[in-house]
């Protein structure tokens, strides 16, 4: 079973600065079956990223995903106060990593 | 639209098991299949497994064997997922998802889910 690392644990940055988040795979994932998700308090969690680097339907261009094999990054470019939340990455049909938590610094 | 609607909070004593249901709507339900994932209080999201709603093909959690059981109706596009021998770190929102399988494996990320179903295990 692959086992997937996020780091860091949290972030704090400020409204406007780019967020870096990384999700590791103890083996070689298929980029096509890696997707990114968001969360916030009290919601299930939504969908942003598919295929290492898609964006799904209705999430802004600020998001962006890429990487390959065992190291896979989203990015934020300008965070905006919605995007305060808790990212997670997950290989389709396996357990997800852990999580980041993007808070406001 | 895509709906998946799930069951009502439930409150359980420590040893007892329950059976959370996810009603499907605005799809063909035989045609996909359903995802189970849970999150503790203030934890991440922990994947349960997952049922083709083709074939009953089933895929748990390894942490889970032996005390989850995941089913479905097709005639009531329904899937139930029911966890036996509760304990007070089964406490959790328990959501359901819909996802696409080919050849027994889950070819698509998950874009829609059900609501969540609070689950409390307590004495």
């Known amino acids: 079973e692959i086992v997937l690392t996020q780091s860091p644990g949290t972030l704090s940055l400020s409204p406007g600065e780019r967020a870096t988040l990384s999700c590791r795979a103890s083996?070689?994932?298929?980029?096509?079956?890696l997707a990114w998700y968001q969360q916030k308090p009290g919601q299930a969690p939504r969908l942003l990223i598919y295929?290492?680097?898609s964006r799904a339907t209705g999430i802004p261009d600020r998001f962006s995903g890429s990487g390959s094999g065992t190291d896979f990054t989203l990015t934020i470019s300008r965070l905006e106060p919605e995007d305060f939340a808790v990212y997670y990455c997950?290989?389709?049909?396996?357990?997800f990593g852990p999580g980041t938590k993007v808070d406001i610094k | 639209q895509v709906q998946l609607v799930q069951s009502g909070a439930e409150v359980k004593k420590p040893g007892a098991s329950v059976k959370v249901s996810c009603k499907a709507s605005g799809y063909t339900f035989t045609s996909y299949g359903i995802s189970w994932v849970r999150q503790a209080p203030g934890q991440g999201l922990e994947w349960m497994g997952w049922i083709s709603a083709y074939n009953g093909n089933t895929n748990y959690a390894q942490k889970l064997q032996g005390r989850v059981t995941m089913t479905t109706d097709t005639s009531t596009s329904t899937a139930y997922m029911e966890l036996r021998s509760l304990r007070s770190d089964d406490t959790a929102v328990y959501y359901c998802?819909?996802?696409?399988?080919?050849?027994?494996?889950?070819?698509?990320?998950?874009?829609?889910w059900g609501q969540g179903t609070l689950v409390t295990v307590s004495s």
């Open positions: 997950q290989q389709y049909g396996s357990p």
């Open positions: 998802a819909r996802v696409t399988m080919a050849r027994g494996v889950i070819i698509s990320p998950t874009v829609y």
């Open positions: 295929g290492a680097s």
């Open positions: 083996q070689s994932v298929s980029s096509s079956y």
